[in-house]
């Protein structure tokens, strides 16, 4: 996190990490994002500065490995 809000970084990983279904290897989060890492996605909620701003699992419906 800096004064302009969190920045999403993937640091070379294996599988990538992507940004509302898209890969990236650096981007700033929004409120509403997905952002993937490997299996697992988060739901990116960012509030005002009253409120902390929140990562959520956002299990996926694909079952298939």
Request: glycine fraction near 8%; hydrophobic fraction near 35%; avoid cysteine.
């Amino acid at each position: 996190r800096d004064a302009g809000g969190f920045l999403a970084r993937d640091l070379n990983s294996h599988n990538g990490t992507y940004l509302n279904e898209r890969p990236m290897t650096e981007s700033r989060l929004r409120s509403g994002d997905h952002l993937t890492i490997g299996m697992i996605t988060f739901l990116v909620l960012l509030h005002s500065d009253e409120m902390p701003s929140t990562v959520v699992f956002v299990p996926r419906n694909d079952q298939s490995e």
